[in-house]
């Protein structure tokens, strides 16, 4: 069963490495279907890797192909808002994304991560403990390798990063597991406001067997769940924190897992993302001896908090995948530093409202730098902020002024869309230059 109820005509909206995951997997289908791909971008991504017998539109919509269509299937970039998938759907022709396609594909179990921030590390720290446990488990979804190029390597588990804007277009994923870690303003571009953008992260409790919430962020427990449901927090119930003789652990019902000093990821934000995974782990049966061996072993993702250059006690810090203002104020107050911070914000601001930084950045010795699209939103959170059009400008300067015991900070609460292709691009752009600079802070050629 492909789960396609017959349908002859699918177009694609969208190309990238999502829309050719779904070309793909459309082809490996028995019998014959007319394959079409829409892109709005005049040379879109990956239409090289385009098999032949797919027909392409790029550059505007097409309205022919989309009201033939007898399935669309809509990139997570693509809002069903769009006028033009508006017009399909009133013709009654159905909307999926790759994840729905996944859903009623896979045949295998499923755990299933969202939230504003934290994700992407949870996922990856879900996969490491299956790893370490011997499992062959594919992970991805919103990282890493697409949902749909996982099933062709047949795995025994699949952990799963879905975004909100994956989740509107899903309706039948079934799931092991499934947490929601945090609610907090991003995407207000897309969405009508907190509570809806809330909604779109809510299904993905819809058809889970287990509901994980955030004992600590209440928005994100289910207000109605037919299943099982438990969470995890800074208190010591359920997966929580206890005390035994001075000693802090990670714990599950009160039963000690490993002591918190040795996880090996940094920071407060990540003891909760820890106690997450635990939970995912629990639920398919990972036992603790591997999780934890995966909980003292992986040390995060590159472009989140991570240290790229250092050379005369001048730090050079990427933390580019901070792409709203939750994660810079998480890696702000996560900070611990002897001299000022420079500051490095701005990019796509997605419509946020970035007030809630002011009296954190009162607290910090910090020079701001403002750059991109949106960065002049963030010149009045402080009193002499520094205003560019580049983040590479702003590094050069930065590394001009920085003293020792200084840190330069790329932590943009942005989007990238305004000048780098996404936040791993900004992050590459941010390491080459800063493998660069730090030596010009100590005036060395």
Same mark, same amino acid.
């Given at each position: 069963?492909?789960?396609? *109820?017959?349908?002859?005509?699918?177009?694609? @909206?969208?190309?990238?490495?999502?829309?050719?995951?779904?070309?793909?997997?459309?082809?490996?289908?028995?019998?014959? /279907?007319?394959?079409?791909?829409?892109?709005?971008?005049?040379?879109? #991504?990956?239409?090289?890797?385009? #098999?032949?017998?797919?027909?392409?539109?790029?550059?505007?919509?097409?309205?022919?192909?989309?009201? $033939?269509?007898?399935?669309?299937?809509? +990139?997570?970039? @693509?809002? !069903?808002?769009? #006028?033009?998938?508006?017009?399909?759907?009133?013709?009654? =022709?159905? =909307?999926?994304?790759?994840?729905?396609?996944?859903?009623?594909?896979?045949?295998?179990?499923?755990?299933? @991560?969202?939230?504003?921030?934290?994700?992407?590390?949870?996922?990856?720290?879900?996969?490491?403990?299956?790893?370490? $446990?011997? =499992?062959?488990?594919?992970?991805?979804?919103?990282?890493?390798?697409?949902?749909?190029?996982?099933?062709?390597?047949?795995?025994?588990?699949?952990?799963?990063?879905?975004? +909100?804007?994956?989740?509107? &277009?899903?309706?039948?994923?079934?799931?092991?597991?499934?947490?929601?870690?945090? !609610? %907090?303003?991003?995407?207000?571009?897309?969405?009508?406001?907190?509570?809806?953008?809330?909604?779109?992260?809510?299904?993905?409790?819809?058809?889970?067997?287990?509901?994980?919430?955030?004992?600590?962020?209440?928005?994100?427990?289910?207000?109605?769940?037919?299943?099982?449901?438990?969470?995890?927090?800074? *208190?010591?119930?359920?997966?929580?924190?206890?005390? =035994?003789?001075?000693?802090?652990? !990670?714990?599950? %019902?009160?039963? #000690?897992?490993?002591?918190?000093?040795?996880?090996?990821?940094?920071?407060?934000?990540?003891?909760?993302?820890?106690?997450?995974?635990?939970?995912?782990?629990?639920?398919?049966?990972?036992?603790?001896? $591997?999780?934890?061996?995966?909980?003292?072993?992986?040390?995060?993702?590159?472009?989140?908090?991570?240290?790229?250059?250092?050379?005369?006690?001048?730090?050079?810090?990427?933390?580019?995948?901070?792409?709203? !203002?939750?994660?810079?104020?998480?890696?702000?107050?996560?900070?611990?530093?002897?001299?000022?911070?420079?500051?490095?914000?701005?990019?796509?601001?997605?419509?946020?409202?970035?007030?809630?930084?002011?009296?954190?950045? $009162?607290?910090?010795?910090?020079?701001?730098?403002?750059?991109?699209?949106?960065?002049?939103?963030?010149?009045?959170?402080?009193?002499?902020?520094?205003?560019?059009?580049?983040?590479?400008?702003?590094?050069?300067?930065?590394?001009? &002024?920085?003293?020792?015991?200084? /840190?330069?900070?790329?932590?943009p609460a942005c989007a990238s869309f305004d000048q780098f292709p996404n936040f791993m691009a900004r992050g590459d752009a941010f390491v080459s230059l800063a493998t660069e600079l730090q030596f010009k802070v100590a005036g060395v050629s």
């Amino acid at each position: 069963m492909n789960g396609l *109820d017959g349908a002859k005509k699918v177009v694609v @909206i969208g190309l990238g490495m999502t829309g050719l995951s779904v070309v793909n997997h459309l082809l490996r289908q028995p019998g014959e /279907m007319d394959i079409k791909v829409i892109d709005t971008r005049p040379t879109p #991504p990956g239409q090289d890797k385009l #098999p032949p017998q797919v027909s392409l539109c790029s550059g505007s919509w097409n309205m022919d192909w989309l009201l $033939a269509a007898d399935m669309i299937v809509a +990139s997570p970039g @693509i809002a !069903l808002a769009t #006028p033009e998938l508006v017009t399909a759907a009133k013709a009654g =022709i159905e =909307i999926v994304g790759d994840i729905e396609l996944f859903a009623r594909a896979v045949n295998k179990p499923v755990v299933a @991560i969202t939230g504003s921030n934290g994700k992407s590390t949870v996922t990856s720290l879900v996969g490491e403990m299956a790893r370490e $446990a011997g =499992i062959n488990v594919g992970v991805g979804g919103n990282i890493g390798f697409a949902a749909l190029d996982m099933l062709a390597q047949d795995h025994d588990l699949y952990v799963l990063e879905l975004s +909100s804007f994956q989740l509107e &277009t899903t309706s039948s994923l079934q799931l092991k597991a499934a947490v929601y870690l945090n !609610l %907090s303003e991003d995407h207000m571009d897309r969405y009508d406001g907190l509570a809806d953008y809330s909604r779109a992260k809510m299904r993905i409790f819809d058809h889970a067997e287990l509901a994980v919430f955030n004992r600590d962020d209440l928005a994100t427990r289910p207000a109605a769940f037919a299943g099982e449901i438990t969470s995890f927090g800074f *208190d010591s119930e359920a997966y929580g924190l206890i005390s =035994i003789d001075g000693e802090e652990y !990670l714990a599950a %019902s009160q039963q #000690p897992v490993m002591a918190t000093r040795e996880i090996a990821l940094v920071g407060r934000h990540n003891v909760a993302n820890s106690l997450a995974a635990l939970a995912l782990a629990d639920a398919v049966d990972i036992e603790h001896s $591997a999780a934890c061996r995966a909980l003292k072993r992986y040390n995060g993702l590159a472009h989140r908090c991570q240290l790229v250059a250092s050379y005369h006690d001048v730090q050079w810090v990427n933390d580019s995948k901070a792409t709203n !203002l939750a994660s810079t104020l998480a890696a702000l107050k996560g900070l611990s530093l002897s001299g000022k911070l420079h500051l490095l914000v701005g990019g796509d601001g997605k419509g946020a409202d970035f007030s809630e930084l002011k009296p954190v950045l $009162a607290d910090l010795d910090v020079q701001l730098y403002c750059y991109g699209r949106d960065g002049y939103q963030f010149a009045p959170l402080v009193e002499k902020p520094l205003s560019v059009e580049t983040m590479e400008q702003a590094m050069i300067i930065a590394a001009e &002024t920085a003293q020792a015991g200084d /840190m330069v900070l790329l932590s943009p609460a942005c989007a990238s869309f305004d000048q780098f292709p996404n936040f791993m691009a900004r992050g590459d752009a941010f390491v080459s230059l800063a493998t660069e600079l730090q030596f010009k802070v100590a005036g060395v050629s």
